[in-house]
């Protein structure tokens, strides 16, 4: 584990891997969470976006946002986890088209046509390739641009918003980027190792993780320290939630019965958290 000694990755795998069942995170000691987060540091630093990847994304998105204004007098913006970096790296990039009401109907055709124009000709200096057209509940075209997956969808002002919303609930959040840096890591563990993460393939979507670490910083954040704390703060708690009769949103559990009204939403305030990381 890391440069750690024989010793410390004993204290660690005898802390978390109790036979009888996980600790409490509240038991668990200062000198074993600094062991464990160096290795989680390690992990990190072989996932986290790098200027190298950041630089990539954003030639690619200028050169769709130029294909879009040129040919179609749009903006085109982008949203999701690209500007809030907290990509993985084989991560897609969200993309919106920004257009009046009445030609939200005709604009999807209209952006795919572009890119297949594009695609028949080519470009000596990006690959476009693979475009078709997703006819789903939210319309999107889908493209693939120097290997990297582009979702362009339409009006999507909600995403928009969110993007700007998580970005300030990272600066709250405080600790050096912990909200971006622990949803990187839980990301990484929900892709790669448990295989629950993409809602095109009917898993959990990208922005209900958001939400669902999110609400571990609303509880938790007073005692949270580092990203596989969170993560750890992440599982104990799922793993215990009522998922039968509640859903999760950022004012606490919501009892199924009632929903989508608000009858179930006292059980955060009676959690004995210390503080929510959100006021009203």
């Known amino acids: 584990m890391g ?3 024989v010793d410390d990755d004993r204290t660690v795998v005898s802390c978390f891997a109790a036979p009888l069942g996980n600790p409490d995170p509240n038991s668990i000691g200062v000198e074993t969470w600094v ?14 976006p790098t200027l190298d990847s950041d630089e990539k994304r954003k030639y690619v998105i200028e ?15 982008p949203y999701g986890s690209v ?14 088209v920004l257009s009046i009401p009445n030609l939200e109907e005709r604009l999807p055709s209209e952006v795919l046509r572009v890119l297949l124009e594009e695609e028949k000709h080519g470009n000596s200096e990006y690959e476009l390739r693979d475009t078709q057209f997703i006819d789903a509940e939210v319309k999107l075209v889908k493209c693939i641009v120097q290997d990297i997956v582009i ?6 002002l909600g995403g928009l ?30 892709y790669y190792e448990s295989r629950i993460l993409g809602a095109h393939h009917g898993l959990i979507s990208t922005y209900a993780l ?3 670490v999110l609400y571990i910083f609303q509880i938790f954040h007073a005692s949270l320290n580092g990203p596989l704390e969170v993560l750890y703060r992440f599982l104990d708690y799922y793993a215990k939630f009522d998922w039968d009769n509640y859903c999760i949103s950022l004012d606490g559990p919501v009892c199924k019965s009632s929903f989508p009204g608000l009858a179930g939403m006292k059980y955060l305030y009676e ?10």
């Open 210 to 212: 958001e939400i669902l």
């Open 161 to 190: 918003s969110t993007l700007c919303f998580l970005e300030q609930v990272d600066r709250l959040a405080g600790k050096d980027h912990l909200y971006k840096r622990s949803l990187i890591l839980i990301k990484a563990w929900c």
């Open 151 to 156: 979702d362009i969808s339409f009006n999507q």
């Open 3 to 5: 440069d750690g000694s």
């Open 83 to 96: 500007p809030l970096r907290t990509y993985l790296p084989d991560g897609d990039i969200d993309l919106t």
């Open 271 to 280: 959690n004995g958290s210390n503080g929510l990381l959100l006021e009203k």
């Open 63 to 77: 050169y769709v946002q130029k294909l879009i204004r040129c040919n179609l007098g749009f903006e085109i913006f």
């Open 35 to 48: 062991v464990a987060e160096d290795a989680a540091r390690e992990v990190l630093s072989c996932i986290h």
